[in-house]
């Protein structure tokens, strides 16, 4: 399995800046794709952006099309997700895992970790 420890979160105001960091541990890390999800009070988890194994393509959901970025560093083994112009609906547990690239859900061998709470005040 690949296990996780998510960092980063905070309070902040609407319309600025988080970096989180996902640091991953487990499986080879390299070689698997990962995700952000996030859940929101009394929501399911979503699925928010995913990178490849190789960093060379990323998906997004459309609510964070072009505000949100996710990125990963191999040799760390942490995978990032810099978060621009906040919402206050972007308020949630923000989670990474390992996922099945195309289908944006959680891998077999994934696993979720506790998680960092953002939350964003209008």
């Known amino acids: 399995q690949v296990h996780m420890v998510e960092s980063g979160g905070g309070l902040v105001q609407a319309g600025t800046s988080l970096r989180l960091s996902c640091a991953a541990s487990?499986?080879?890390?390299?070689?698997?794709?990962m995700g952000w999800f996030r859940q929101a009070p009394g929501k399911e988890r979503e699925f928010v952006a995913a990178i490849s194994w190789s960093g060379d393509s990323t998906y997004y959901t459309d609510s964070v099309k072009g505000r949100f970025t996710i990125s990963r560093d191999n040799a760390k083994n942490t995978i990032y997700l810099q978060m621009n112009s906040l919402k206050p609906e972007d308020t949630a547990v923000y989670y990474c895992t390992a996922i099945y690239w195309g289908l944006w859900r959680q891998a077999d061998f994934g696993s979720w970790g506790q998680g960092t709470q953002v939350t964003v005040s209008s």
């Open positions: 487990g499986r080879t890390f390299s070689s698997v794709a």
